[in-house]
């Protein structure tokens, strides 16, 4: 039955000021039983690949600063609530982020069952608080991946930012040979995440070449690498280095 309870929205991505510090999501359940909600929060970071992680010492995580304004409640059949919560505003500028957890169980467990089933969805709480937040992203590596390529980003900056940019081959005459663009989720202040492209059509002719990864946002960086492409697959031949803009 916990499957029938869903939140919306997944992501609160905001700024935060002294005037509007709140943050509210909605809860529904679809099931015919009601539900007991449990909320709770914890340190929010990301690992290489994006994925959401728990990363305690982070120092941008503000779990203890989300004040939720109930922890557990219980939810009719059939019915939804607007949760919400005020965000107390740190001593500094930057960006901020937290999981709030949304744990969903029977308000009414049978004694005599061995098995509950819980549900835990997670509400990313991705924030900006006021000041001057630096929003700056760099290329920390471009490596091949069987037919395409990882891109690695960081962010020596003090907010979250959204990269994008492009992937391009050149045959060692300078002319291109294909090119593919590359954008997707936020990268954390001081994390490092990594974008896959792929797609290199098959008329690319085995051989050596430059791979060039250029971002256009939020600045423009650039950073090549000599490649080989053998048997089907690309391989490094050479050490990266950043290219002339």
Known sequence: AAAGVAVSPLIIDKPI?????????????????????????????????GAPVELGGYRYEVSSQIRLAERSFVLAPRRWKRVRATVDLPQRSGGGYAFIYVKA????????????????????????????PSAN????????????????????????????????????????????????????????????????????????????????APVEAKLERRVALIDGQFVVSGPSRVAKR
């Open 105 to 132: 169980l029977p308000a009414k467990i049978d004694p005599s069952a061995t098995i509950v089933t819980a549900l835990r969805i997670a509400v990313l709480a991705e924030l900006t608080f006021p000041g001057s």
């Open 137 to 216: 992203v760099g290329v920390a590596d471009l490596l091949p991946d069987r037919q395409g390529f990882k891109v690695a980003v960081n962010n020596p900056g003090t907010v979250h930012a959204r990269p994008a940019g492009r992937v391009v081959l050149r045959g060692l005459d300078g002319k291109e040979r294909w090119q593919a663009p590359f954008s997707g989720g936020n990268v954390f202040p001081e994390l490092t995440r990594e974008f896959r492209v792929e797609g290199v059509p098959p008329g690319v002719a085995e051989g050596q070449y430059l791979a060039e990864v250029e971002l256009h």
């Open 17 to 49: 000021t002294a005037a509007d510090n709140q943050l509210e999501f909605v809860v529904s359940n679809s099931t015919g039983e009601a539900m007991r909600i449990e909320l709770s929060t914890a340190p929010l970071g990301h690992d290489r690949a």
